[in-house]
């Protein structure tokens, strides 16, 4: 029973090119979540989706910075024209069912390094 | 604005004694839940507690909760050095997102 799986894990890009992260919810979610967190900080919000839909990007920066979860595939968050503040960690979650109290299962995350 | 706010930021401990981390939070929540991080690598969730719960129990962790003054505890018993990590506290309010604080790394000494 697969968990939550994410690739690259590590991902190193220059300045000016596309980063594009992977994420694959546990088996029989349909619920996503992305996450940033930055050194030797807690885990920041950033989107969260259904199959084909865009629940709350609340957490997303208004430039350069989109995700989509299609029908079929894995997630993607994309991120155009990195600048080296995109330097972080990013973890997506899935849960079974969307709404509260319900637990949201992490992935082991992809270190993005901007150079 | 930050929901958690863990603290003590570190704590070391010896093997065998208790850990207690604390977290304060802001706005009203639905729930309340911890997760541990080891470095470098993803979350794992422990413990949820609800907002008309006050106290649960896993293993050799108890959560408490107090929603009059918006605050939560961890205590972690018997600690090991395995339990040597980042450990987040993550309020959930009127929307699904986690709202996380910047978590306490604990160091068990063997």
């Known amino acids: 029973n697969a968990g939550v799986m994410q690739n690259p894990r590590h991902l190193v890009r220059r300045r000016g090119q596309e980063a594009r992260l992977r994420c694959s919810p546990m088996?029989?979610?349909?619920?996503v979540y992305w996450y940033r967190q930055l050194p030797e900080e807690g885990l920041k919000f950033m989107v969260y989706?259904?199959?084909?839909?865009?629940?709350?990007e609340s957490g997303m920066p208004k430039e350069r910075f989109s995700a989509e979860f299609p029908k079929e595939g894995p997630s993607i968050l994309r991120i155009q024209q990195v600048v080296r503040g995109d330097s972080a960690a990013y973890f997506c979650?899935?849960?079974?069912?969307?709404?509260?109290?319900?637990?949201?299962?992490f992935g082991p995350g992809t270190r993005l390094t901007v150079t | 604005s930050q929901q958690g706010e863990e603290d003590p930021q570190a704590l070391s401990i010896q093997e065998g004694e208790n850990a207690t981390m604390n977290c304060s939070y802001k706005?009203?929540?639905?729930?309340l839940q911890w997760y541990r991080q080891n470095s470098g690598r993803g979350l794992v969730h422990l413990i949820l507690?609800?907002?008309?719960?006050r106290e649960k129990h896993s293993g050799r962790l108890r959560v408490t909760l107090d929603t009059s003054k918006k605050s939560s505890s961890l205590l972690i018993t018997a600690s090991r050095a395995a339990d040597t990590a980042s450990y987040f506290c993550?309020?959930?309010?009127?929307?699904?997102?986690?709202?996380f604080g910047k978590g306490t790394k604990l160091t068990v000494n063997p």
């Open positions: 706005t009203s929540i639905n729930n």
């Open positions: 979650a899935s849960s079974g069912t969307g709404g509260l109290s319900y637990e949201q299962y």
């Open positions: 989706l259904q199959k084909e839909n865009i629940i709350d």
């Open positions: 088996k029989g979610h349909s619920h």
């Open positions: 993550a309020g959930q309010g009127g929307s699904e997102k986690l709202v």
């Open positions: 507690i609800r907002s008309n719960e």
